[in-house]
């Protein structure tokens, strides 16, 4: 079993900045891909970005400029810094790994973008 044990978030104001961090455990051999996915009320759950283990990494459209996803492979943790934040950026942010071609989610942390 995998374990992603996900820090961070909170309230800020807009133009403001946070950090995510996600840390994974248990049977991780063959970690690959992960990611951040966010999910606002009433809305379905869209990819926010990934990073493989090699360090590539993909954004969406939306958080393109603004966020910033990284990885340390040596303590299996990615990390998400989100800088001049929107209202519409506010959502439960879950991380995502895959290993081995199995996908698993974390419990989700709360980000909230309000004056």
């Known amino acids: 079993q995998v374990q992603l044990v996900e820090s961070g978030g909170g309230l800020v104001q807009p133009g403001g900045s946070l950090g995510l961090s996600c840390t994974a455990s248990?049977?991780?051999?063959?970690?690959?891909?992960m990611g951040w996915y966010r999910q606002a009320p009433g809305k379905q759950r869209e990819l926010v970005a990934f990073i493989t283990s090699e360090g590539s990494s993909t954004y969406a459209d939306a958080v393109k400029g603004r966020f910033t996803i990284s990885r340390d492979n040596a303590k299996n943790t990615v990390y998400l810094q989100m800088n001049s934040l929107k209202p519409e950026d506010t959502a439960v942010y879950h991380c995502h790994a895959r290993v081995m071609f199995i996908s698993y989610w974390g419990q989700g942390t709360q980000v909230t973008v309000s004056s």
């Open positions: 248990g049977s991780i051999f063959g970690l690959n891909n």
